[in-house]
């Protein structure tokens, strides 16, 4: 590794583990010790605590730890910089999303900012909202389209558009034939979700909080979809978005008519980490106004 990158120190001061560190940089243990040794030699302190096989920052260590991120974040920023004025019409962006997300909204994005940039190339990972975060938070995702926004710290948000919620219900349902219904009218309802860490589901659970009940949950799944069969049916109630589509044969969608019964949708990513000249584009372009 280059004089000056920090990459290796930062890895093994997150890992507290020499042979983990190893393995995750393809390092020779040995080789991976013999650096931490000349770093702390040319510093004249130890950097860790030794605990047998662990190690632990020492005092001296958590200074030049907090140091070197801030200089391996503006490393990386200056080859991202020299790789986008390189060639800027070109780049990978890792996109995530919530699997809702996957029919209409994802495509249209990538279709528009392709359409425009079409040597930039796109990595799709879906998933649940809490989990797609995690990714955007450990790197491995670049943005990402999720809803609710998620309160965690470093990632940054910039919302794309509102979308009303309803719920599905079977077409033989009591309540089959109302304009709307309101969250107090399904205290009673068995409902289908999704899994926990899924948007939709904290959703609920925010929605049935502030109607003052818990909601009796029969069934979970990881997919809307699913739960529109399982609707259908007749296996009970879902919480679902009003986007102006066909809905599956034998359900009926009634709006919501309680205030807060919408989600945001907005795209996220790391404002610890530099972006490439592309995800910045891929941003601006998805949340410029029409």
């Given amino acids: ?4 990158d920090y990459e290796w120190f930062l890895t093994l001061a997150e890992l507290q583990h020499v042979m983990a560190a190893a393995q995750q940089l393809h390092l020779a ?3 991976l010790t013999r650096m931490l040794a000349r770093l702390e030699r040319r510093l004249g302190v130890p950097l860790f605590d030794r605990h047998g096989r662990r190690l632990t920052l020492s005092s001296y260590g958590r200074i030049f730890y907090e140091h070197a991120r801030r200089a391996q974040m503006e490393l990386d ?3 991202r910089e020299i790789e986008d004025l390189n060639n800027p019409a070109a780049g990978e962006i890792r996109l995530g999303f919530l699997s809702s997300f ?3 909204v994802v495509p249209r994005l990538i279709a528009e900012f392709t359409a425009v940039s079409p040597r930039v190339t796109f990595t799709l990972e879906e998933g649940a909202a809490e989990s797609i975060s995690e990714r955007v938070l450990e790197g ?3 943005v990402a389209v999720v809803s609710p ?4 710290p470093n990632l940054a948000w910039r919302s794309l558009f509102r979308q009303r919620l309803g719920v599905a219900v079977p077409r033989e349902h009591r309540l089959t034939d109302a304009a709307a219904v309101s969250m107090t009218d399904l205290a009673d309802e068995p409902f289908i979700t999704m899994h926990p860490g899924f948007g939709m589901r904290q959703l609920l659970d925010e929605l049935c909080a502030a109607a003052q009940f818990q909601p009796r949950i ?4 990881a997919n809307l979809t699913t739960n529109a069969g399982l609707v259908a049916a007749g296996l009970g109630i879902s919480l679902t978005p009003i986007d102006g589509g066909e809905h599956a044969p034998g359900v009926r969608v009634l709006p919501l008519a309680d205030a807060d019964a919408y989600r945001d949708i907005g795209m996220i990513w790391d404002s610890a980490r530099p972006l490439s000249r ?7 372009s998805a949340t410029r106004p029409v």
Wanted: zero cysteines.
């Fill in 29 to 31: 243990q040995p080789t």
């Fill in 149 to 152: 926004r998620p309160q965690k």
């Fill in 278 to 284: 592309s995800a910045r584009d891929f941003i601006a």
């Fill in 1 to 4: 590794m280059a004089d000056g």
């Fill in 218 to 221: 029969v069934l979970e799944s």
């Fill in 77 to 79: 920023s200056a080859r």
């Fill in 102 to 104: 996957g029919s209409v």
């Fill in 140 to 142: 491995a995702v670049d």
